[in-house]
């Protein structure tokens, strides 16, 4: 996941722009070993990696603005 979510953000900071696909594209597949099962580790990483994003001092302040909601959602889906 942490990966994706490196991604996703170096995406954004870049200013690439994206579409919502309202239909499904891909199919995960649930095994006992991947990261779903793994809510500590992939809690933590997230919070890295969003810390790590949002101390980057050449951040627009829009983007920076947003760092208290990100994480506050970011804790609202772990739970």
């Known amino acids: 996941m942490s ?3 490196k991604l996703v953000l170096w995406l954004a900071r870049s200013r690439c ?7 499904v594209t ?3 597949r ?5 990261a779903t099962h793994k809510e500590l580790l992939q809690a933590e990483s997230l919070s890295a990696i969003l810390a790590e994003f949002f101390s ?3 951040l627009p302040e ?4 947003l760092e208290n909601s990100v994480c506050y959602n ?6």
Do not use: C
């Open 3 to 5: 990966e994706e979510t």
């Open 74 to 79: 970011m804790l609202v889906w772990l739970a």
């Open 56 to 58: 980057q001092g050449e």
């Open 62 to 65: 829009s983007i920076r603005l």
């Open 17 to 23: 722009e994206a579409e919502w696909l309202w239909q």
């Open 30 to 34: 649930q095994r006992e070993d991947n």
């Open 26 to 28: 891909v199919s995960y």
